[in-house]
């Protein structure tokens, strides 16, 4: 999700940092246009907006470590019944951050009336064919082998950007 999120960054023309703790994730975020750093090389930085999306607690206290004066951390995570526990004083109180959700199932009610289910879907479906897709594919199982793909990913995430089950039909 990350580097999907990156791709969609740079068409906006905004300079991005990626950040990530495995190499070849960051490997395809530099060759996406990306500036790609090991999570314990990103020192304090001054972005104006951050945006966490990998789920782990940790990488949001970074965010927030990461964020400008007046700057805004986005969570676009899902972190479940995991507990997030976050240094609230310091920087984040001193810089006047905003901890902003986004809700991937829903729009602003501000936005609702101009962005429809149909015209989301065809932006979504417009995109595509120029984004970067292919590439962010690392490796592809039968819908047989679930349970190998499942392990891989969880036993050896280092390995994985985005691995897809195939069906008969698509093989």
């Known amino acids: 999700m990350g580097l999907l999120v ?3 960054l ?8 990626a950040v990530d703790g495995y190499e070849q ?5 530099a060759r996406l246009g990306a500036r790609a750093v090991a999570p314990d090389e990103l020192r304090e930085t001054a972005a104006d907006v951050t945006i966490e999306i990998s789920g782990n ?5 970074a965010a927030i470590d990461a964020t400008a004066v007046e700057g805004t951390v986005v969570v676009a995570s899902w972190y479940g019944t995991k507990p997030v526990h976050l240094q609230l004083g310091g920087r984040f109180h001193r810089h006047r951050l905003r901890l902003v959700s986004s809700q991937v199932s829903r729009l602003d009610p501000a936005l609702a009336p101009r962005w ?7 932006l979504a479906v417009d995109l ?7 590439s962010l594919i ?3 199982f039968g819908i047989e082998q679930a349970a190998d793909a499942y392990r891989l990913v969880d036993e ?8 897809v089950l195939t069906y008969a039909a698509d093989v």
């Open 25 to 29: 994730r960051r490997r395809l975020a």
């Open 156 to 163: 050896h995430p280092e390995q994985t950007a985005q691995v």
């Open 138 to 140: 690392t490796h592809r």
């Open 128 to 134: 595509l064919p120029q984004l970067d897709l292919e």
């Open 10 to 17: 740079l068409r906006s023309g905004v300079s991005v940092v």
């Open 116 to 122: 429809d289910r149909e015209r989301r879907m065809q």
């Open 6 to 8: 990156t791709q969609l």
């Open 57 to 61: 607690p940790a990488a949001l206290q």
